[in-house]
């Protein structure tokens, strides 16, 4: 989801003293929105329609429709439009939902102000993906087939490799058999809808839409001061005659000493996509088949146009093919290279358990996953954020390992794929796990959770004011010689020392010999506070020192934070000074 809050230019327009309060506190939240003035309402709300990005109005909806319908043109270029209520009770994403933001900003300004969004777009009333939410260019057919997507008609999806897609319904499949289908392209068969996902150009018809993946580098030399209009003109020559769709160019790629050349920069500012430049070392590393003696003599590569399409944005030229090889005007030469998709894998945290400690980056990365693998209990905990079509592997305690190889067996195959753990993802969790089996194929994203310690902490207070470490009391994949030398380092170095997996029926003795390591060398009235199911149903906080904890309160679902020599109890609460002026 992006973050229209940041990244965008916000006009507030308000005519009441409370629209005028909360655009007022919409205008301290957020620093690219600003109230709009003008001589009437109607002047200030068409200011902020033709020099704002998008307009949040605290007017009323029949007014807002009244004074911008002649002003409306193109959802893809008119401003989002959110009107919110005299009470703040509801914020109405009135006008460029899904291509405008308008949807996303109407979430965050109910979220900022307390108030109901108010969604209508079909496909997010629904939980489906709308075909212009998908982060890649569609064209086509957009509205038929979101429409044929909603009532269940099937659709034929069409692709010319596996791409990462995110979950799509039941009703939109691959054909049965390539006989029944097509490649991607002609005309929809049988009269049948169809969703296409290529880099080619496809005559398209009113049943047929098609997704541009970012399949395609063309890579660009020139001679230096080349006219834009030249790179730009060869270019789209090159993409047309070889039947490839512009929409679909990643990258434009060239050698270092190009980076600053104004016509290859232009172009690709003029396309959107960014200019990936290339060390002449590294291009002359890359076979390809129209190597010269006199681009060699002149840049220290024998090609930069073939060279720098196959080595892409990532370098991975063994996963590329040339399409189209160096072709030359009088400054400019372009190659096109197409390179294969990788699977997409997000190692999700989904924090200590309670959805408002959930992060919105990680229910995007949920709604964006087309296969969610996870431990059962965890994933029953967002079983309503996964989209319709959604497959979900799910196995018990104990199968950690199982867990990482078969997400990463399934980003492998180019899907995309959310991993799931409790807390945070990289911290006693499935991140590390994973990531020992997740190669170049992949793309990973990691998204960070709310770890068990931080919601322990809060509840206990400030116990991790200081310096402090995480030790686990697992000896299930590490021996107990090497946990009981570290929980004497963090002893002897006098940190504050959280303990997970402290204690269970079947290990019941590690944490009393933790626990005297500690005590050893710290005062017996030490705080130690056990937490157990932390923002869940059963929350417990138990306080206790060093010399009274009796492990038996403490086990599998329990975080134990034990103080270093500094730590008090201050009203009831753990507190960790942290240097700064402290009471005697």
């Not at 060239?254 to 920069?265: L, N």
């Not at 991140?431 to 020992?436: H, I, K, N, T, V």
């Not at 206990?460 to 010689?481: C, F, K, N, Q, R």
């Not at 005062?523 to 010399?547: F, I, K, Q, W």
Request: proline share 7%.
């Amino acid at each position: 989801m992006p973050d229209l809050t940041v990244t965008t230019r916000i006009g507030l327009v308000a005519a009441t003293a409370a629209g005028r309060r909360h655009a007022d506190a919409v205008a301290a939240a957020w620093p690219h929105a600003r109230l709009v003035e003008g001589e009437t309402v109607a002047d200030a709300l068409r200011s902020a329609w033709t020099g704002c990005d998008a307009v949040v109005a605290f007017l009323a909806t029949g007014a807002v429709v009244r004074i911008l319908a002649p002003l409306l043109g193109d959802k893809h270029s008119d401003p989002a439009v959110v009107v919110v209520d005299e009470a703040a009770r509801h914020a109405v994403a009135l006008l460029g939902g899904h291509a405008g933001g308008g949807n996303d900003l109407a979430e965050q300004v109910g979220a900022l102000l307390d108030a109901r969004p108010v969604i209508t777009t079909a496909t997010d009333a629904v939980g489906l993906p709308g075909l212009d939410t998908l982060g890649w260019p569609v064209q086509g057919a957009v509205a038929a087939l979101s429409r044929a997507i909603l009532d269940g008609e099937p659709v034929e999806l069409i692709a010319d490799a596996d791409w990462p897609l995110p979950a799509l319904p039941p009703n939109v499949q691959p054909p049965a058999s390539p006989a029944d289908g097509d490649t991607a392209g002609g005309g929809a068969a049988g009269g049948g809808y169809r969703l296409l996902v290529t880099d080619r150009v496809v005559p398209l018809d009113e049943r047929t839409a098609v997704l541009r993946p970012p399949s395609l580098v063309a890579g660009v030399g020139a001679s230096r001061g080349v006219p834009a209009e030249e790179v730009a003109e060869l270019l789209h020559r090159v993409l047309a005659e070889a039947g490839l769709h512009p929409a679909s160019l990643r990258c434009l790629a060239s050698a270092d000493v190009k980076a600053d050349e104004a016509g290859i920069r232009s172009t690709a500012d003029v396309l959107g996509v960014p200019l990936v430049t290339w060390p002449a070392t590294r291009l002359a590393a890359i076979d390809v088949p129209h190597p010269s003696e006199v681009v060699r003599a002149a840049v220290g590569t024998p090609s930069v146009a073939e060279a720098a399409a196959l080595l892409g944005a990532d370098g991975r030229a063994e996963h590329a093919t040339l399409l189209v090889g160096k072709t030359a005007t009088a400054m400019a030469t372009v190659a096109v290279a197409r390179h294969v998709p990788r699977g997409r894998l997000a190692v999700v945290g989904l924090g200590p358990g309670a959805p408002d400690l959930r992060t919105p980056r990680a229910v995007a990365e949920l709604r964006r996953a087309a296969v969610v693998v996870g431990l059962d209990q965890y994933l029953d905990q967002v079983r309503d954020v996964f989209r319709p079509g959604t497959r979900v592997l799910s196995s018990g305690l104990g199968a950690e390992e199982a867990r990482a190889r078969a997400a990463v067996a399934e980003a492998a195959a180019g899907r995309a794929v959310a991993l799931v753990g409790s807390g945070d993802a990289g911290v006693y969790a499935m991140a590390s796990p994973a990531l020992e089996y997740a190669d170049e194929r992949i793309d990973v994203v990691g998204v960070p959770g709310v770890t068990a310690a931080l919601a322990a902490g809060a509840l206990l207070g400030a116990p991790l004011g200081h310096d402090h470490a995480y030790v686990s009391l697992s000896d299930l994949h590490t021996p107990w010689e090497v946990i009981e030398r570290r929980v004497t380092a963090a002893a002897e170095g006098d940190f504050v020392t959280v303990f997970y997996n402290p204690r269970s029926r079947a290990r019941d003795w590690q944490l009393g010999k933790a626990l005297g390591i500690l005590a050893a060398r710290r005062p017996p009235d030490t705080p130690v506070g056990v937490v157990r199911n932390a923002s869940r149903p059963g929350e417990r906080v138990h306080l206790a020192t060093v010399a009274t904890l009796d492990p038996a309160v403490v086990d599998m679902y329990s975080v134990v934070v034990v103080g270093n020599s500094d730590t008090r109890l201050v009203a009831g609460r753990m507190v960790t000074p942290r240097g700064y002026r402290w009471r005697s």
